[in-house]
T-cell receptor, first 111, second 115 residues
Framework: GQQLNQSPQSMFIQEGEDVSMNCTSS?????WLWYKQEPGEGPVLLIA?????ELTSNGRLTAQFGITRKDSFLNISASIPSDVGIYFC???????????FGPGTSLSVIP | NAGVMQNPRHLVRRRGQEARLRCSPM?????VYWYRQLPEEGLKFMVY????????ESGMPKERFSAEFPKEGPSILRIQQVVRGDSAAYFC?????????????FGPGTRLLVL
């Protein structure tokens, strides 16, 4: 079946550093989504991308829809302790397909 | 506008008992999705429902698991004769329609522990 790969699997960074993570697929997607999950909570949507090459920001977060339509990237600038959590990418091939989730990137921020 | 509601938030069952998990989608949303998350793992799709219809149940185990989304009331995920391996967090998400620009919004999850 379809699979998404996320890298890195986990990150430990100093407060104030920038963070980059990516998500790749063997299939072409028409929608890419980035979610953040904090301990004990459900995933919260951060950014949604709908067009190849699209670059979208949400505060200190910026995500890009790769031009090959098989990857997406999430950047967090000037990290702060509350950025800690697991970041999941998700993708969908068409409107009628289910959303597939990646395994997540765990982010830890050292004050 | 209330978000997706799930209850109970925590559920403890003994092996062999039944577990019933409830999900009330966001107001105006008619599409519901159930996911399972094991500790330290990502979300695994289980089932996609619209009102009174199961659209995609390709992620549901063949036995003991069932889901419904009646015309009135919440969506229910039912697990019969639970086993220890069913212990996980179960998340429900909802969306308003099939338009690809309408993304899914998640509830807080139900954490099931089977003793």
């Amino acid at each position: 079946g379809q699979q998404l790969n996320q890298s890195p699997q986990s990150m430990f960074i100093q407060e104030g550093e920038d963070v980059s993570m990516n998500c790749t697929s063997s299939s072409i997607f028409n929608t890419w989504l980035w979610y953040k999950q904090e301990p004990g909570e459900g995933p919260v949507l951060l950014i949604a991308l709908y067009k190849a090459g699209e670059l979208t920001s949400n505060g200190r977060l910026t995500a890009q829809f790769g031009i090959t339509r098989k990857d997406s990237f999430l950047n967090i600038s000037a990290s702060i302790p509350s950025d800690v959590g697991i970041y999941f990418c998700a993708g969908r091939k068409t409107s009628y397909d289910k959303v597939i989730f990646g395994p997540g990137t765990s982010l830890s921020v050292i004050p | 506008n209330a978000g997706v509601m799930q209850n109970p938030r925590h559920l403890v069952r003994r092996r062999g008992q039944e577990a019933r998990l409830r999900c009330s989608p966001m107001k105006g949303h008619s599409h519901v999705y159930w996911y399972r998350q094991l500790p330290e793992e990502g979300l695994k799709f289980m089932v996609y429902l619209q009102k009174e219809n199961i659209i995609d149940e390709s992620g549901m185990p063949k036995e003991r698991f069932s889901a419904e989304f009646p015309k009135e009331g919440p969506s229910i995920l039912r697990i019969q004769q639970v086993v220890r391996g069913d212990s996980a967090a179960y998340f429900c998400a909802s969306s308003p329609n099939l338009d690809s620009k309408e993304t899914q919004y998640f509830g807080p999850g139900t954490r099931l522990l089977v003793l």
